[in-house]
C-alpha cells in the first residue's frame, strides 16, 4: 500500500511540476475532456487553415447532441439549430463560418453535373439537397474531384489546423473530422468532431483507419 501510495504521490508531484515547466518555458498545459494527457494549448494560426479550425472549435459546447435524423433544409446555406448534428455538420459550419464555403451548394452543384460519379449506396436516382452534403463518401467524392486530396499518411507532421480527415470507426461507419490547431504532448494534432454526444475535440487523429485527407486553399 504504502509503494502505490508514494507512487500517486509521484506521478502527481510530476505533473505538477510539468505544469509549472510548461508556464515558464510559455507553454500553458490543459486537460480537455476524454484525454487522459495534458496538451500543449495554443493560439489558431492566422490562415484560412487557422480560421476552419477555429470555428470547428467555436461549435463545442453549442452542438450538444447528435441527431443523423432527415432533415429538409432551406438552399442555400440550410442547416439544422446549431444545439444538434452528426459528424458532417461539424465540418459544413466550420467551412461557412471561416471560408462562406457552403458545401450543401457546391456538392449539390456538382451532383447534379456528376451524379454517376458519385455513391449508390442509397439507392437515390437523383440529387438530394437536404442530405448528400450530409453524408460522408459523397465529400469524400467531391473534396477528390475539387482538387483538395491529400495522401494519407501516419505522419503528424504532414497534418495541419483545418485540414479535414475521413476515417471508418470500429463499427464500419464513415467519419469525418477537422483537425486542430492544438496538439497532444507527443505533437499529434487533436480533432474537432461529433462522434455521438455533440462537437468536441479529442486526440483521435490515429485512433480509426484514415480514409481521406483534405485541405482547402
Not at 510548461?22 to 480560421?51: C, H, M, Q, Y
Not at 448534428?85 to 467551412?95: E, F, H, K, M, Q
Not at 437523383?126 to 452534403?133: E, F, L, V
Request: hydrophobic share 40%.
Amino acid at each position: 500500500m504504502a509503494v502505490i501510495k508514494f507512487s500517486v504521490t509521484f506521478v502527481r508531484s510530476a505533473l505538477v511540476l510539468a505544469v509549472v515547466a510548461g508556464s515558464i518555458a510559455g507553454v500553458t498545459f490543459w486537460a480537455l475532456k476524454n484525454d487522459r494527457l495534458p496538451i500543449s494549448r495554443s493560439e489558431a494560426p492566422d490562415t484560412l487553415g487557422g480560421r476552419i479550425a477555429e470555428a470547428a472549435m467555436w461549435q463545442i459546447d453549442q452542438t450538444t447532441s447528435y441527431d443523423p435524423a432527415y432533415v429538409k433544409l432551406d438552399y442555400p446555406m440550410g442547416d439544422l439549430p446549431i444545439e444538434t448534428g452528426v459528424c458532417t455538420d461539424v465540418a459544413i459550419r466550420a467551412l461557412r463560418r471561416a471560408a462562406d464555403f457552403d458545401l450543401q451548394q457546391r456538392v449539390h452543384e456538382d451532383m447534379k453535373s456528376h451524379f454517376s460519379s458519385y455513391p449508390t449506396i442509397w439507392g437515390l436516382k437523383g440529387p438530394d439537397k437536404n442530405i448528400d452534403h450530409r453524408r460522408v463518401p459523397n465529400l469524400r467524392v467531391y473534396f477528390e474531384r475539387a482538387g483538395y486530396a491529400l495522401t494519407v499518411t501516419n505522419d503528424p507532421k504532414d497534418y495541419q489546423a483545418g485540414d479535414i480527415v475521413t476515417c471508418k470507426l470500429p463499427h464500419g461507419r464513415d467519419h469525418i473530422m477537422v483537425v486542430s490547431y492544438q496538439k497532444t504532448w507527443k505533437g499529434v494534432p487533436l480533432t474537432i468532431h461529433n462522434a455521438g454526444g455533440g462537437a468536441g475535440q479529442n486526440d483521435c487523429l490515429f485512433s480509426y483507419k484514415l480514409t481521406g485527407h483534405y485541405r482547402l486553399r
